[in-house]
């Protein structure tokens, strides 16, 4: 029986950790893998300390600081049901359960998908969903980025680097991410916008070779040989059938990042906290772990 699981380990995770080791607790991270959302950052000028850092870099560090209070991590371990039974927290994961007294949930988000015609036969082969993980196997070659907010322009300013041409695919008018990325993708000779466009299909044969478009009514065809879809995420949630969530899936916290179910607390991208930001992230996993160790004081097991 520990007093805290910690489900997810990114800045939240990471961070609610670290404070439940420094509170002595005795707790247990369980994580499918460590940083999150964070890794897939190619630029992060906005975390304070740090007037720039990589996504991986800064992941780093955050672990270099769990792995220094000897935490308990099961890594590459799939949360698949979250419930509380009495005063039991039960944590089934695909390759065990676990019992808690109280639960920290940073699990964040995962990429949406198109849902178009081969998208999912091509996964893997052409189709990805990081620029920074797999934009190095494309040097040279022409790619699309299907999106038009942060996510989509950062993985844009990543590929124009290293591929021949990147064409970014927007459904809506303009784009919606942040104007200094927009600059630097719109002004770039290395870069096609296409606004009010919408991907129909995905086709090739062993690999990617090309994108069905529909633009202004009209179908065409465009030659590429990676697409990267970056089109939003979806909250990492399914496994707690009990917490109350909102019409995103995000899971609802107060401002003390409790969720309806007494012992169990979230954090990070996976709540409905408004901005999803990695300062933010660590501040609200700060805060669940804190939570947690009021709530272990002030009650009887």
Same mark, same amino acid.
């Given at each position: 029986?520990?007093?805290?699981? %910690? ?22 991270? *369980? ?38 209070? @000897? ?8 949360? %698949?049901?979250?419930?509380? *039974?009495?005063?039991?927290? *039960? ?14 949930? +940073? ?11 081969? =998208? ?15 934009? /190095? ?14 996510? $989509? ?19 809506? /008018? %303009?784009?919606?991410?942040?104007? %200094? ?6 002004? #770039? ?45 979806? /909250?990492?949630? @399914?496994?707690? /059938?009990?917490?109350?969530? #909102?019409?995103?899936? =995000? ?14 607390? $979230?954090?990070?991208?996976?709540? @409905?906290?408004? =901005?999803?930001?990695?300062? *933010?992230? $660590? ?8 939570? +947690? ?9």
């Amino acid at each position: 029986m520990y007093d805290l699981i %910690v489900i997810g380990a990114g800045p939240a995770g990471i961070t609610a950790s670290v404070y439940a080791a420094r509170k002595r607790m005795d707790f247990l991270v *369980i994580t499918r893998d460590i940083g999150g959302q964070a890794v897939w950052s190619a630029e992060v000028s906005n975390y304070p300390g740090y007037q720039f850092i990589s996504g991986p870099d800064l992941v780093a560090r955050f672990e270099e600081l769990l792995r220094a209070y @000897d935490s308990v991590v099961k890594e590459n371990e799939r949360v %698949v049901d979250l419930r509380k *039974i009495g005063t039991k927290i *039960i944590v089934k994961t695909d390759k065990g359960v676990y019992d808690s007294r109280t639960c920290v949930v +940073a699990s964040g988000k995962r990429s949406k998908e198109l849902g178009v015609p081969g =998208e999912r036969e091509f996964k893997n082969k052409g189709v990805a969903y990081c620029a920074i993980c797999d934009g /190095p196997l494309f040097a040279g070659k022409e790619v699309a980025v299907i999106g038009g907010g942060n996510s $989509a322009l950062d993985a844009a300013l990543q590929l124009m680097k290293i591929c021949r041409q990147t064409y970014v695919i927007n459904a809506m /008018p %303009v784009f919606t991410g942040d104007a %200094v990325m927009r600059e630097k993708v719109e002004h #770039n000779s290395a870069v096609t916008v296409m606004n009010n466009t919408q991907v129909t299909a995905i086709v090739g044969d062993v690999f990617v070779n090309a994108l069905q478009i529909r633009k202004d009514g009209m179908e065409e065809r465009l030659s590429v040989q990676g697409v990267f879809v970056e089109i939003g995420l979806m /909250p990492n949630a @399914d496994f707690a /059938p009990d917490l109350e969530k #909102n019409e995103q899936g =995000e899971i609802r916290v107060n401002c003390r990042v409790e969720t309806n179910v007494p012992g169990i607390f $979230a954090a990070g991208d996976v709540t @409905d906290v408004p =901005e999803k930001q990695i300062v *933010i992230a $660590a501040g609200e996993g700060a805060k669940a772990s804190l939570g +947690a160790f009021r709530y272990l004081a002030s009650h009887k097991f």
